[in-house]
């Protein structure tokens, strides 16, 4: 510890909790003072606390958000001599987009890099779900990144432990402190990561509803608003788009069956509530890597691909060049299978009006598809696959779901039927895609 840093970092707090901005240096030195272990956690805490209470202005979220990328790795794709984007989601409860779009804009000739995540709670990782084909490597370095992206034209990877080093302790303290909901924080987090990574431009899915990070739409679209211009102000070609997760995205919940579902798409499956939000995210990001680009030049492309498997083809060649044996893409054995599987019918018939994701995705994690602790052991076939979305018509005993798990692991019936509730008249239609930003 160190007496000066903990006189500024006193002093900073005080500034925040008063309505006195810092200066950009100052942050900076905030944060390095924390990395470098000059200022202990509470001090960080506090300042954390008081921003989460308080917010920040663009320029102070601008700031945190360089401050967290100061002294860390970062990638850099001037030498591919190609547009590289990437893609976040703030995640969700079957939220298969990222399996689908990377491929499919690949495949349409743009290069995607994308670093990912585990499963955090209830909401799936993209790493987890990728975890579940065999042989695929999802811990890259640098040099791999960049010869992926040369060779295939794009690359998922898990995060490197050298990004972000602010981001990755001051993270690791708004977990035990009650401070990650705070929009300036989330988007300072996020956006750092983005940079770090490299690539020219990001697209950013931001969830609103009840399975979402951020479950008020206004509060959502302000998020989504700050990550574009704190995004933008970085330098970065961006996008956002709301989209709702009062309901599990498509059928499939749970890791190898997401995995299938988002190649079932990329074959040309349309799947309700999925199929389009792919296309449009797809569609998006073509437009941001080529401004000359209609949208009607941009739908036409991807619905070519679509139509033409290319997007599958592409996730293939992907796959294998990362180190999945091609055995493991291909039905019936190559993804994990469950042992089980139970249905859960309906007791009466009506109207879907609401599948809830959280109880889906907590059902997802009691059969194994996700994790209590942190480390935890996953069953890659394990999950629950809907039958129907809110607005189909079911009669009783139709099945409303079916639940994957092993042998001697008690599926979760009634949690998932609970999670339906259906109703006498049709509910007005639920689209996924509610704002473009
Ligand atoms: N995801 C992140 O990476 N950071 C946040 O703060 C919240 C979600
Ligand atoms: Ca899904």
């Not at 921003?51 to 401050?67: F, P």
């Not at 995540?117 to 042989?135: A, N, Y």
């Not at 309906?346 to 209590?372: C, H, S, W």
């Amino acid at each position: 510890m160190n007496a000066d840093a903990s006189a500024r970092a006193i002093d900073a707090v005080v500034r925040t909790r008063t309505g006195t901005a810092l200066a950009a240096n100052e942050i900076e030195r905030l944060v390095a003072d924390f990395v470098a272990g000059r200022i202990p956690d509470y001090q960080m805490s506090a300042w954390l606390a008081t921003v989460a209470c308080r917010g920040l202005s663009r320029a102070e979220t601008v700031a945190l958000t360089r401050a967290y990328v100061t002294g860390g790795e970062t990638l850099d794709f001037a030498a591919s001599g190609r547009v590289v984007l990437d893609k976040h989601s703030t995640g969700g409860v079957g939220d298969t987009v990222s399996l689908v779009v990377v491929p499919l804009v690949a495949a349409c000739g743009v290069a995607v890099a994308k670093m990912s995540g585990r499963g955090l709670g209830l909401t799936g990782g993209t790493i987890d779900k990728l975890e579940s084909i065999r042989g695929l490597r999802l811990e890259l370095d640098a040099d791999d990144v960049y010869r992926m992206v040369d060779q295939v034209g794009m690359v998922i990877t898990g995060q490197s432990a050298g990004l972000t080093p602010g981001d990755k302790v001051t993270y690791a303290l708004r977990d035990v402190t009650g401070t990650v909901d705070s929009l300036p924080l989330i988007a300072a987090s996020i956006v750092s990561k983005k940079i770090a990574v490299g690539a020219h431009g990001v697209l950013f899915d931001v969830k609103t509803g009840a399975g979402a990070l951020i479950p008020d739409r206004d509060r959502a679209v302000e998020l989504a608003r700050l990550m574009v211009e704190v995004a933008t102000g970085a330098g970065l070609r961006c996008r956002a788009v709301l989209t709702d997760m009062s309901q599990p995205l498509g059928y499939a919940v749970g890791n190898a069956l997401e995995v299938r579902e988002a190649l079932d798409v990329l074959r040309g499956r349309e799947v309700p509530g999925l199929t389009d939000i792919c296309r449009t995210i797809a569609e998006l990001m073509l437009r941001s890597a080529d401004p000359d680009l209609t949208p009607a030049d941009a739908e036409r492309k991807v619905s070519g691909i679509l139509a033409g498997g290319e997007g599958y083809e592409q996730f293939v060649r992907w796959a294998v060049a990362q180190g999945a044996e091609p055995a493991a893409l291909e039905e019936p054995d190559g993804l994990p299978t469950a042992e089980c599987r139970t249905q859960v019918v309906a007791d009466r018939g009506g109207y879907v009006r609401e599948v809830d994701p959280r109880a889906i995705g907590t059902a997802a994690m009691n059969v194994g598809a996700g994790r209590f602790v942190k480390g935890g052991s996953l069953d890659y076939s394990a999950g629950v696959v809907l039958r129907h979305r809110v607005g189909d018509q079911v009669a009783a005993g139709e099945p409303l779901a079916v639940i994957h798990h092993r042998h001697g692991v008690q599926p979760p019936i009634d949690l998932v039927k609970d999670a339906f509730q259906l109703s006498e008249s049709a509910p007005p239609s639920r689209p996924v895609l509610l704002q473009v930003i």
